[in-house]
């Protein structure tokens, strides 16, 4: 079955790092588009970085650029998120997802939640201040 789980996640104080894991089941990275979405209580689920097989970058929110990094290793079909210098801001339930057998991140817009079709469970991040 196609399946994506997330971890990683964990309590951390500001000004720290942490690395999340997504891997994917199912299907291969042949052709590709992860995701990595984030929801904070309260608040609108909201793109964090997207990377696929054809695209020739990531994508990042303006929020994390420069401090979230998202990669791949195509051979453990799993993708990563990792993130420095948190902030309490960044504090949220962490989700990868998947548009599945299609090779680049959604156009026009790779935040919008809707064009992904396969969902992991979540990772919870907590930054402390």
């Known amino acids: 079955e196609l399946q994506l789980v997330e971890s990683g996640g964990g309590l951390v104080q500001a000004g720290g790092s942490l690395r999340l894991s997504c891997a994917a089941s199912g299907f291969t990275f042949d052709d590709y588009a992860i995701g990595w979405f984030r929801q904070a209580p309260g608040k609108k689920r909201e793109g964090v970085s997207c990377?696929?097989?054809?695209?020739?970058?990531?994508y990042y929110a303006d929020s994390v650029s420069g401090r979230f990094t998202i990669s791949s290793d195509n051979a453990k079909n799993t993708v990563y998120l990792q993130m420095n210098s948190l902030k309490p801001e960044d504090t949220a339930i962490y989700y990868c997802?998947?548009?599945?057998?299609?090779?680049?991140?959604?156009?026009?817009?790779?935040?919008?939640?809707?064009?992904?079709?396969?969902w992991g469970q979540g990772t919870q991040v907590t930054v402390s201040s």
């Open positions: 990377i696929s097989s054809s695209d020739d970058r990531p």
């Open positions: 997802a998947s548009v599945v057998a299609v090779s680049a991140c959604p156009t026009p817009d790779w935040k919008y939640v809707l064009s992904y079709d396969l």
